[in-house]
């Protein structure tokens, strides 16, 4: 949003993962001004009413999806074909899922029967404005929508049948847009951007992400010498899934009050040891957790009684099968699980995981982090087959994890 808006932004506190890294010179390549000043501060100048710019190179996002999804939606709206790939993992990613509203909205692409990456987004200024219901509860659908809406004529709709993270709903507004939500009957949200809006650049410091901090708050639950504070994590409602599940397997997170940063409220969050039961997870939690499924099924690895998710068939195709990566995760070291179409269940162990297995992270970093997490309690150390890909989007995992007393090495 830096990179579309009017002026020079300034933001502090980023998360410099790959992804981000690779979204930032995205922006670069269609003809924002991006420096990286260091210390996570960043300096973006956008391109404004002058619009974005012919890339002369394949814009190549390595594993992230929220970045190419984006970025599809965002060229949508400009009379340019942008050439996108990415690695192994997202080049096996569903895009279809984008491209069939960008296509709605006039923009071309030159993806083959599969729609999957390598292609050309080929947008219009001749964009035209949508109402569109996404058939999957996808931020990422959702919020390209949005971005190509800003350049369409006409007032974009989306219509969620289930609330999705609202990020950047606040940041748009942040940046100066309007937009309307509107909560609909069953629980669902119509969300409207009139195109032709300009966005203004702000300086915004970045909450702390509420991902990354989940494999903290994890290993203070499962360890029995120390407790665990995370500071600055963003407190979203869209976003807080894993805790409020912690919560009800008995976990007991402490959170006060830390401000607030772009929109978005913070909170310090607490995680002590904590004895946990299993528990059947609220549907209607899943969206608000989707990323954190992984860390949960370590949880109730330790748990004592059954931990059960259904509704998460949208965990199939992540960075990887993260239902059949998971499920394969758990038995390597020595836990009962049962893979589901839409889920999975787990058997617990009640505190008393055997460990000891060798873990294929599929180039999946949750999977890698979540394995690592589950050695540092396990009764026998957990190896993993690759850690490269956690620089993803935790490139100060290993780092955090050795200063709470972790025995983390590579062989």
């Known amino acids: 949003m830096g990179g579309l808006a009017e002026g020079t932004s300034q933001f502090s506190g980023l998360l410099e993962g790959e992804d981000v890294l690779r979204t930032g010179w995205a922006m670069e390549a269609l003809g924002a001004d991006v420096k990286q000043l260091g210390g996570g501060k960043w300096q973006v100048t956008g391109v404004g009413r002058k619009g974005l710019s012919q890339p002369d190179k394949v814009l190549d996002f390595g594993n992230s999806g929220t ?6 939606g965002v060229v949508a709206g400009y009379p340019i074909a942008v050439e996108m790939t990415g690695d192994a993992s997202l080049r096996s990613r569903p895009m279809k899922r984008i491209l069939t509203p960008l296509r709605l909205m006039r923009a071309l692409d030159t993806s083959g029967p599969d729609g999957q990456l390598p292609f050309s987004i080929v947008g219009t200024d001749d964009l035209k404005a949508i109402t569109y219901s996404p058939p999957h509860a996808s931020a990422q659908i959702k919020s390209a929508v949005m971005l190509a809406g800003l350049s369409a004529d006409g007032t974009t709709i989306v219509e969620e049948a289930k609330p999705t993270r609202d990020h950047t709903e606040r940041m748009l507004r942040g940046f100066g847009a309007t937009v309307d939500v509107t909560p609909q009957p069953g629980g669902g949200m119509r969300i409207a951007v009139e195109g032709g809006q300009a966005l203004s650049a702000i300086e915004a410091a970045i909450p702390g992400d509420p991902s990354s901090a989940a494999f903290l708050i994890a290993a203070g639950i499962l360890s029995p010498e120390g ?14 899934g894993f805790f409020d599940v912690a919560n009800l397997m008995g976990a007991h997170l402490g959170a006060e ?5 772009a929109g978005e409220r913070l909170i310090n969050l607490h995680a002590g040891a904590a004895a946990l039961k299993g528990k059947a997870v609220p549907e209607r939690l899943v969206p608000s957790m989707i990323d954190e ?22 965990l199939r195709v992540k960075e990887s099968d993260r239902i059949g990566a998971t499920v394969a995760m758990l038995r390597a070291n020595g836990v009962e699980a049962e893979e589901r179409p839409d889920g999975f269940a787990v058997q617990g162990c ?5 460990g000891g297995g060798l873990v294929e992270t599929h180039h999946d970093h949750r999977i890698a ?12 150390p957990v190896r993993v087959d690759d850690i490269s890909m956690i620089d993803t989007s ?5 780092s955090h994890m050795a ?8 062989t």
């Open 67 to 72: 970045g190419s999804r984006l970025i599809m």
């Open 227 to 240: 407790d665990v504070v995370v500071e600055g994590v963003m407190s979203n409602p869209t976003r807080s």
């Open 257 to 261: 009050e830390a401000g607030d940063a």
């Open 293 to 314: 499924f992984p860390i949960l099924a370590v949880l109730a690895a330790f748990a004592e009684g059954d931990t059960i998710v259904t509704g998460a068939e949208e």
């Open 350 to 354: 009640a505190g008393k995981v055997p």
């Open 369 to 380: 982090m979540s394995a690592l997490i589950m050695g540092t309690a396990a009764q026998n």
């Open 394 to 398: 935790y490139p100060d995992f290993l």
């Open 403 to 410: 200063e709470l007393g972790a025995d983390i090495s590579e």
